[in-house]
């Protein structure tokens, strides 16, 4: 099992930016495609972004798509995402998530990702 920490959420205005990242431990994160998802208060967990094992496939979810990035860096065992041109309704808690899978191969559903951090808040505000 592999073990996430989220950090680099914050409050910022409408318009900034935010880098997320997500260390693992306990395990490499070569063997996990890695996705984000975010989760406002009284709504359901949604899928953010993903990246495969490789680096080479990502999928976005249509509302954050050319304004964020997910990248993933194998020397530091961490995934990030970059959060640019921030909206209020991009508030919520933000998790990462690990999901064993073939080299090139990604999943956007949460129920497909066992192990999860424990999230870090992003606000943005008006």
């Known amino acids: 099992q592999v073990q996430l920490v989220e950090s680099g959420g914050g409050s910022v205005q409408t318009g900034g930016s935010l880098r997320l990242s997500c260390a693992a431990s306990g395990r490499p994160l070569s063997t996990y495609a890695m996705g984000w998802f975010r989760q406002a208060p009284g709504k359901d967990r949604d899928f953010v972004a993903v990246i495969s094992r490789s680096g080479s496939t990502t999928r976005y979810a249509d509302p954050v798509k050319g304004r964020f990035t997910i990248s993933r860096d194998s020397a530091k065992n961490s995934v990030y995402l970059q959060m640019n041109s921030l909206k209020p309704e991009d508030t919520a808690v933000y998790y990462c998530?690990?999901?064993?899978?073939?080299?090139?191969?990604?999943?956007?559903?949460?129920?497909?990702?066992?192990?999860w951090g424990r999230g870090t808040q992003v606000t943005v505000s008006s």
């Open positions: 998530a690990a999901s064993i899978r073939a080299y090139n191969n990604v999943v956007v559903s949460s129920a497909d990702y066992p192990d």
